[in-house]
């Protein structure tokens, strides 16, 4: 039973460039949260989806930040016009339903913008 | 504010030893877990504590849960070199929707167990 899978890895943009971000949950999981990690602090949420429906978005800065959960496909956080403010390890995690369920994390895309 | 504070913020320690780290927050929670993540790595899944439980114990680890004193502590026992880690509490809520999904975390512990 794989993981919450996470790609790519590492991610280096360009300021001003797109950066897309993928997340596959669970096998059976259907709510998918994304996080981000800056450097020594810890993870911060995001954002929270299911299948075709933003739940609460309200960790999102407002401008450049989008996310989507496709009736098909992996969940994407997609960060336009990078800055180097974004350089940071984001992080996606998945349940099977809500209530009282562990967040069982991928192993993170590390964006680096120059 | 910070919801949750670990302490210390680092942790060296020998092989075998023990490990104990703390974890305080600000508001009533529904459920506490403790993660750990090794350098440059995701978060694995330790153990979730609810509000109503005081104690839980999973292999070499022991949580304490005190809701009123809103603290916790992770113990880890007989440690390895292998559990050398940043560890991190994180708390979720009721949110007036009545979920409680989003989880609040610390900025965590760095244990460092020497061989």
């Known amino acids: 039973n794989a993981g919450v899978m996470q790609n790519p890895r590492h991610l280096v943009r360009r300021r001003g460039q797109e950066a897309r971000l993928r997340c596959s949950p669970m096998?059976?999981?259907?709510?998918v949260y994304w996080y981000r990690q800056l450097p020594e602090e810890g993870l911060k949420f995001m954002v929270y989806?299911?299948?075709?429906?933003?739940?609460?978005e309200s960790g999102m800065p407002k401008e450049r930040f989008s996310a989507e959960f496709p009736k098909e496909g992996p969940s994407i956080l997609r960060i336009q016009q990078v800055v180097r403010g974004d350089s940071a390890a984001y992080f996606c995690?998945?349940?099977?339903?809500?209530?009282?369920?562990?967040?069982?994390f991928g192993p993170g895309t590390r964006l680096t913008v120059t | 504010s910070q919801q949750g504070e670990e302490d210390p913020q680092a942790l060296s320690i020998q092989e075998g030893e023990n490990a104990t780290m703390n974890c305080s927050y600000k508001?009533?929670?529904?459920?506490l877990q403790w993660y750990r993540q090794n350098s440059g790595r995701g978060l694995v899944h330790l153990i979730l504590?609810?509000?109503?439980?005081r104690e839980k114990h999973s292999g070499r680890l022991r949580v304490t849960l005190d809701t009123s004193k809103k603290s916790s502590s992770l113990l880890i026992t007989a440690s390895r070199a292998a559990d050398t880690a940043s560890y991190f509490c994180a708390t979720d809520q009721f949110n007036s929707g009545g979920s409680n999904y989003k989880l609040t975390f610390g900025k965590g512990t760095l244990l460092t167990v020497n061989p």
């Open positions: 508001t009533s929670i529904n459920n």
């Open positions: 504590i609810r509000s109503n439980e």
């Open positions: 995690a998945s349940s099977p339903s809500l209530g009282d369920y562990e967040q069982y």
């Open positions: 989806l299911q299948k075709e429906n933003i739940i609460d």
């Open positions: 096998k059976g999981h259907s709510h």
